[in-house]
């Protein structure tokens, strides 16, 4: 099972990610690492300045494949709009859990399809935002 969440600091700005752990296993993990993050914008970067706790973090939904994960996780990026300078994400997503080089195929058999999404909460509400494939965002 794979896990599609988002981050959101206290300024509302978002970061969208998979993982195939348990969340909060996942968010220790970002912790941990987030010393190694050079870019001064990324979500490493953010969470050294203002802690882990200054972020919520909120299951969008789950995938029962990696292929279907990374469809889910490059189009909840690209809906919501967390790309930097936005947001959060660097990447577009889709790219396999920090193997950023892996490219997965795109062949339309190999997206997820929505109905095999499960959402386990809403997404955040924004004002003046539009529908986003797991709901209003």
Do not use: W
Request: glycine share 10%; net charge positive.
């Amino acid at each position: 099972m794979y896990t599609i969440y988002s981050l959101t600091d206290d300024q509302g700005r978002q970061y969208i990610g998979c993982t195939a752990q348990a969340l909060d296993a996942r968010l220790r993990n970002h912790e941990t690492l987030a010393a190694r993050y050079i870019h001064p914008d990324s979500l490493g970067a953010a969470i050294v300045r203002k802690g882990i706790g200054a972020f919520s973090a909120v299951v969008i939904g789950t995938c029962s494949t990696l292929a279907e994960a990374a469809e889910a996780e490059r189009r909840e990026i690209a809906a919501r709009g967390t790309m930097h300078p936005h947001g959060y994400n660097m990447r577009r997503g889709g790219a396999g859990f920090g193997r950023h080089t892996k490219r997965l195929s795109r062949h339309p058999d190999q997206r997820c399809p929505l109905p095999a999404l499960t959402a386990a909460a809403p997404p955040l509400p924004r004002v003046g935002a539009a529908a986003t494939p797991f709901g209003e965002r």
